[in-house]
């Protein structure tokens, strides 16, 4: 019911194509969940080699980025000790799948 206390939820934001393209309102919205008690990760299908320094402003703003290398994104997170609740991406099959590093296609999930 509305305005009963509830557990801790975990969101999951996606660096491109999501928060990329346009900053400044994802780091609002991601303020504003944090403020309503979410906690807030970014989880990125990047290499932590891979330009790392597009995600240094969220890091600046205390935000904690996890670079999957390619991994599937529930795996990688539940390999962490992490259950997501909400996942924000533009690209669902990163969640799901693991991409293969010479084909570039999604394969299933390593487990």
Do not use: C
Not at 34 to 63: C, H, N, S
Request: zero cysteines; proline letters at 5%.
């Amino acid at each position: 019911m509305y305005g009963e206390p509830y557990a801790q939820k975990v969101i999951a934001v996606d660096f491109d194509d999501t928060i990329s393209t346009h900053e400044l309102g994802w780091l609002k919205i991601m303020y504003l969940m944090e403020q309503l008690g979410y906690i807030v990760y970014v989880v990125t299908y990047r290499r932590p080699t891979e330009w790392p320094e597009d995600l240094a402003f969220l890091v600046d703003k205390g935000y904690k980025v996890f670079y999957t290398s390619r991994m599937s994104k529930r795996e990688f997170m539940k390999r962490k000790g992490i259950d997501v609740d909400i996942w924000v991406d533009d690209n669902p099959e990163g969640i799901i799948f693991d991409m293969d590093s010479l084909t570039g296609a999604y394969v299933p999930a390593m487990k």
